[in-house]
């Protein structure tokens, strides 16, 4: 059976494959977004609450709101991107090779690893300890996603007039 | 930030996120929601201030930090009187009402999330919003000067955010907070090595261009001129304010904890406050345009607050504080009238206006109480505030300083009154004769912040002992 920490280590790696190898730049930028959630869930994981937590509200976050708003001006035919990807289509089979080889060399390095997320397990849940320590950057992102979502819409609106 | 001072930035959030859906198809329903809930917000953190048990213990009552209330009490004021003017300016032409006021409302939020903010990483992250806000704003009116404004704002200030970035994280590695409280504990407690300072350095210079000192003023006329009107009053206001200067003073609180090495940075802050004032007056003295000289008097203004933030001494902060209230104050009066002035006559080209008082006496006078106010006229708020800084300059000893800032004053008053003849007063011009008063809702928002003005001069000291008991004995002593 799957566990939740090799779970995670799966989902980033496809997230991160799917950021790079999508055609489409909303879906690349939300898959990077969810690779993102993953790295910050595993940092939490390693006891390492506050790389966490910034993983979390920066790239996932701020970030994330940067690329949707510029991805969003451009128009439908642009954020298509129109360059020879044939090269990253061997980026999986990398990808596997990777982990293969560190499953089978890197094993004593993941049970180092695991004793630090078992030490990292007697601290605060991540939504505690993100609301104990980080309200306030929490309660900016969901403005800045406000501001975000309102600048996109208004934009949009200006170009239907347009049209 | 602590709970009681959460709604102020709550509230018009939510109230943001409402109007793009009830003001769907009534745009008359997004400036009510907007202007009742700032009201509201004004209402209520004027009666936080001034109510009959604070006034009596002399401001001590009042728990919270006070620059943070007094910065609160600005941003309300300014936003009410941006959003009710621009309700009866826009007249729906151009504008997109559903989310002009929602990101009026997201920036008003962001300031309040700002001037409360108890540590530097989430400064800077409402800063951040309210850059994201202040882009769509400019723009809001879809014109190629706003559009260019917007474009030169934002190559500046993003480098600007990626340098305070940077100062974060060299903060991160050498202190290992972001907290004020804890900073403010390492720097007592002598630990603190050059790494701290030089990452209050990096904050401090991206905070700078922000805040649109000389040298890295360049986006700030094209931004306010090219802005929609009353965009122009919010963002010279208010806006770059708070996203700069607001920060540029917090963090010259903490360089005056250091016993030594950080000295030179403050000199360089005084330095670079004098050159911005000296820059500002003069170029404000070759414009042509109402709206750019204004914008160009506001680098100027600007020159005063980070010449006092520099020299750091209790006195210089009170003085600092007070010019950053005034500021917001006057400024709001006189961009807000240049708009009126170009509904009414269609042109900003000073030469072309004159005697402008017989046909818009109130837009004229209310000009005219904003301008002796900026120019330090007593006993108007402007006169105090000045007169502080340069009595602080004098008293720690920098006299060149002090003599530079009265002469620039001087020099600010001769061209206002030459500006205020060649504008309101004397024969009527062509654009005056085809001129007439603006409404009584275009009129109000200035009026009101006359009123405002005339009141802190003549109140100056209730005003001086607020700052002195909230934030100069709290803060700095």
């Known amino acids: 059976m799957i566990e939740y920490r090799e779970f995670l ?18 879906t690349s930028a939300i898959s990077l977004a969810a690779m993102s959630v ?37 128009r439908k035919e642009e954020a298509f991107f129109a360059e020879d990807r044939t090269r990253f289509r061997l980026l999986p089979l990398f990808a596997l090779i990777v982990a293969i080889g560190g499953w089978i060399a890197g094993w004593p390095f993941f049970e180092a690893l695991a004793d630090y997320a078992r030490f990292g397990a007697r601290g605060q849940s991540l939504g505690s300890m993100l609301w104990e320590t980080r309200r306030m950057d929490l309660l900016g992102q969901i403005a800045i996603l406000a501001a975000g979502v309102l600048v996109i819409n208004s934009v949009f609106a200006v170009k239907k007039a347009e049209k | 930030m602590t709970i009681s001072l959460l709604q102020y930035m709550l509230i018009p959030l939510f109230s943001a ?81 559903a989310y002009f006021y929602p990101l009026l409302l997201v920036s008003v939020s962001a300031m309040c999330g700002a001037v409360t903010s108890t540590d530097f990483f ?23 000067e706003g559009i260019e404004g917007a474009v030169k704002y934002y190559l500046l200030t993003f480098p600007a955010s990626a340098v305070i970035m940077l100062g974060l994280a060299v903060m991160l590695l050498s202190a290992g907070t972001f907290s004020f409280d804890s900073i403010r504990i390492i720097i007592y407690s002598g630990t603190s090595g050059p790494a701290l300072i030089f990452s209050l350095a990096l904050m401090l210079l991206g905070f700078l261009v922000k805040s649109g000192v000389v040298p890295f003023h360049v986006w700030t006329p094209d931004a306010y001129q090219g802005s929609y009107a009353p965009v122009s009053a919010f963002l010279a206001g208010i806006v770059t304010k708070i996203s700069g200067v607001y920060a540029v003073v917090r963090i010259a609180m903490f360089l005056r904890l250091f016993e030594t090495g950080a000295f030179r940075l403050s000199e360089v802050l005084m330095f670079l406050g004098m050159v911005t004032i000296a ?32 020299l750091a001494t209790p006195l210089a902060f009170i003085g600092a504080i007070f010019h950053l209230f005034n500021h917001a104050t006057f400024k709001t009066v ?59 300059l004098w008293d720690a000893g920098a006299v060149t300083y002090a003599v530079l800032a009265l002469l620039f004053s001087a020099l600010t008053l001769a061209y206002f009154v030459v500006m205020q003849r060649r504008i309101f007063f004397g024969r009527k011009s062509p654009a005056a004769e085809a001129a007439a008063e603006v409404s009584p809702a275009l009129l109000a928002p200035a009026v009101l912040m006359s009123a405002v003005i005339v009141a802190a001069g003549l109140l100056f000291p209730y005003f001086f002992s607020y700052l002195a008991e909230t934030i100069a004995s709290r803060m700095v002593l």
Not at chain 2, 294 to 308: D, R
């Open chain 2, 334 to 392: 006189l961009f807000l009238n240049s708009a009126s002035l170009e509904k009414a006559t269609g042109t900003r080209d000073m030469n072309k206006l004159g005697g402008m008082e017989h046909a818009m006496p109130w837009t004229s006078w209310t000009s005219v109480i904003a301008m002796l106010s900026t120019a330090g006229v007593p006993p108007l708020s402007g006169f105090w505030s000045k007169i502080i800084i340069i009595i602080a």
């Open chain 2, 122 to 144: 989430t400064l800077f992250i409402f800063v951040e919003v309210l850059a994201v806000a202040s882009f769509a704003l400019m723009t809001s009116d879809d014109t190629k």
């Open chain 1, 38 to 74: 993953g790295v910050a869930l595993i940092l939490f994981d390693f006891n390492a609450p506050w790389a966490a937590v910034f993983e979390l509200s920066v790239c996932a976050g701020l970030i994330t709101v940067l690329f949707i708003s510029a991805v969003s001006l451009l």
């Open chain 2, 17 to 97: 996120l409402l109007i793009p859906f009830v003001a769907r198809r009534r745009g008359r329903l997004a400036e009510i929601f907007a202007t009742v809930t700032l009201l509201a917000g004004l209402i209520n953190i004027g009666w936080t201030l001034l109510n009959p048990a604070v006034l009596a213990s002399g401001f001590s009552a009042l728990g919270e930090d006070g620059f943070s209330l007094l910065m609160i009490f600005t941003i309300y004021l300014v936003g009410l009187c941006v959003a009710f003017f621009s309700a009866s300016y826009g007249d729906g032409r151009g504008v997109n009402t």
């Open chain 1, 9 to 26: 280590y799966v989902a980033v790696t496809l997230c991160a494959l799917a950021a790079v190898m999508s055609k489409n730049m909303l």
């Open chain 2, 279 to 310: 820059v500002g007056a003069i170029a404000a003295m070759k414009q042509d345009d109402f709206k750019r000289m204004l914008a160009f008097s506001s680098i100027s203004q600007t020159g005063y607050i980070v010449l006092a933030a520099g």
